[in-house]
């Protein structure tokens, strides 16, 4: 026979206490099919948000590439720059052999809202050993640009 244990308060006997059943663990994974179904329903589309995202990204990046050579003409203030950076975005939506066909002025007409004094400037500096821009024609030229950018499709 065992003695019952003692306390170190004296005239206290305690029994031994029990062991407590702990319940079974919860699982991390919904258990029910619905649960499941509706898990993969938002990974699908949190998969597919992000490749819509990825795509899009690829198809807007010839925008921040010209926006990049815009920004390059306008601080070299260059005609020749601001004409490769407007033949570069029309290459974008035309074939080679169209944009070859057009002379100077079907190019600049392909911006809509560049003003008459900013054409004449750009098509005058042109091809000329000094083809730097006067500040009004080139920011006219700069914010036609930007907006000519906007206004364009997204590339496929």
């Given amino acids: 026979m065992s003695e019952p244990p003692r306390t170190d308060v004296p005239g206290i006997d305690l029994p031994p206490l029990a062991e407590l059943g702990m319940p079974a663990p919860v699982s991390a994974l919904p258990e029910?099919?619905?649960?499941?179904?509706?898990?993969?329903?938002?990974?699908?589309?949190?998969?597919?948000?992000?490749?819509?995202?990825?795509?899009?990204?690829?198809?807007?990046?010839?925008?921040?590439?010209?926006?990049?050579?815009?920004?390059?003409?306008?601080?070299?203030?260059?005609?020749?720059?601001?004409?490769?950076?407007?033949?570069?975005?029309?290459?974008?939506?035309?074939?080679?052999?169209?944009?070859?066909?057009?002379d100077d002025a079907a190019v600049l007409a392909r911006l809509p809202r560049l003003d008459a004094d900013a054409r004449e400037a750009l098509l005058g500096a042109h091809h000329r050993r000094d083809a730097a821009l006067a500040d009004g024609p080139n920011d006219a030229l700069a914010r036609a640009f930007a907006h000519w950018l906007q206004d364009l499709p997204d590339a496929r």
């Fill in 32 to 102: 029910t099919l619905a649960w499941k179904v509706l898990l993969a329903a938002v990974l699908l589309g949190a998969l597919a948000a992000v490749l819509l995202a990825c795509r899009r990204h690829a198809r807007r990046r010839w925008r921040r590439e010209a926006a990049a050579l815009a920004g390059a003409a306008r601080a070299a203030r260059s005609a020749d720059a601001w004409f490769a950076a407007i033949k570069r975005v029309c290459l974008v939506h035309l074939s080679r052999p169209q944009l070859a066909a057009l």
